[in-house]
């Protein structure tokens, strides 16, 4: 992997962003695809670095992005129809592709998935015991206050003020969890209410939860949001230690992660620029923002993924053009 990439793939690491390497682990000539050769494919499908030629590259992207939605690594064989039968066994993702270089190759395509962001305000036992705990399990972790004995725990930000949680990266997929101890619940959970966080937790009494979901009610916020608060956050664990709350919490988020999938990886819709079209000739997926062979029949624009098929589609568009 080259220093650009290395630094491309850390960069998305630390801002959580999804993405998938690609790295060629067999070829036959005359493929230009080299052994160990790898690159990054983000979640829109934009690809940083270089595997193989034009013909192998669309099939590659759409693999990693489906790696990327499952969640699961796949090895990819990308080669001539012809030659599929005899590449299919259990495990392998086949993809035809009409390439003239008449080349072949195997992409193992890993995504690399963000880890939770658990975002927890206030400053207690509680709130110690929990950062720790997700540090643990290598979610990304942020306290938000003023003090505290986490300060100087390794993998866990520190943030002194609840001003602007967006602008730490708060958003879907994050779990927010208030435990002020009654110093500013209010202020901390309207300000979590007011992103598309995943998970809203209080840590207080059910008197004191009553109490705070009242004046946030007078301060007009929906019911709809308000409904999206849990509070008393954690599993019910009867009479604990103050510390002992942050486990109840962490337990409550791991089940609900394994149960209901939450802090899932919130992937984005795809923009016009990277949608894509069939190659009406070879049937090949071809990116659209970076198609170099394109023609205008009949007020449609056809892509293509060379020279060769753009030709032939030219020589009769009529016989080539799909129905309808």
């Known amino acids: 992997m080259t220093v650009e990439l290395e630094a491309v793939e850390r960069d ?4 959580g962003h999804p993405f998938a390497l ?3 682990v ?4 005359p493929s230009s695809a080299k052994v160990g050769a790898r690159a990054l494919v983000t979640s829109d499908g934009q690809m ?3 595997l193989a030629g034009a013909c192998a590259e669309p099939a590659v992207i759409g693999e990693a992005k489906k790696a990327i939605e499952e969640g699961a690594a796949r090895l990819v064989f990308i080669g001539p129809p012809e030659e599929i039968a005899e590449h299919a066994r259990d495990g392998v993702t086949s993809v035809p592709i009409a390439c003239q270089s008449e080349g072949a190759l195997e992409v193992y395509v890993e995504p690399v998935l963000p880890d939770p ?3 927890v305000v206030g400053r207690s036992p509680a709130v110690d015991a929990l950062a720790r705990m997700a540090g643990i399990l290598g979610w990304r972790t ?3 206050d003023d003090g505290g004995s986490v300060e100087d725990h390794p993998g866990i930000e520190r943030v002194d003020t609840v001003l602007d949680l967006a602008s730490i990266g708060v958003g879907a997929g994050s779990f927010v969890v208030v435990a002020t101890q009654g110093h500013y619940d209010e202020e901390a959970l309207e300000q979590a209410l007011s992103t598309d966080a995943t998970y809203v937790g209080l840590v207080a009494s059910r008197k004191r939860a009553d109490s705070v979901l009242a004046y946030l009610r007078s301060r007009g916020v929906p019911e709809e949001r308000l409904a999206r608060v849990h509070a008393p956050a954690g599993l019910d664990l009867g009479s604990v230690a103050t510390d002992e709350i942050g486990v109840a919490v962490l337990a409550e988020l791991v089940r609900l992660r394994a149960e209901e999938g939450l802090g899932a990886v919130n992937l984005p819709a795809p923009s016009p620029e990277t949608h894509e079209a069939i190659d009406p000739i070879c049937g090949m997926t071809v990116h659209v923002a970076s198609a170099r062979y394109r023609s205008v029949y009949e007020g449609r624009t056809y892509y293509f993924c060379s020279a060769g098929c753009l030709a032939k589609f030219e020589e009769n568009p009529a ?3 799909p129905a309808g």
């Open 117 to 119: 962001q658990l975002v």
């Open 319 to 321: 016989g080539h053009a």
């Open 12 to 15: 998305l690491r630390e801002r």
């Open 142 to 144: 942020v306290v938000i």
């Open 26 to 29: 067999w070829r036959r000539s």
């Open 48 to 50: 940083r670095g270089w």
């Open 22 to 24: 690609a790295t060629v």
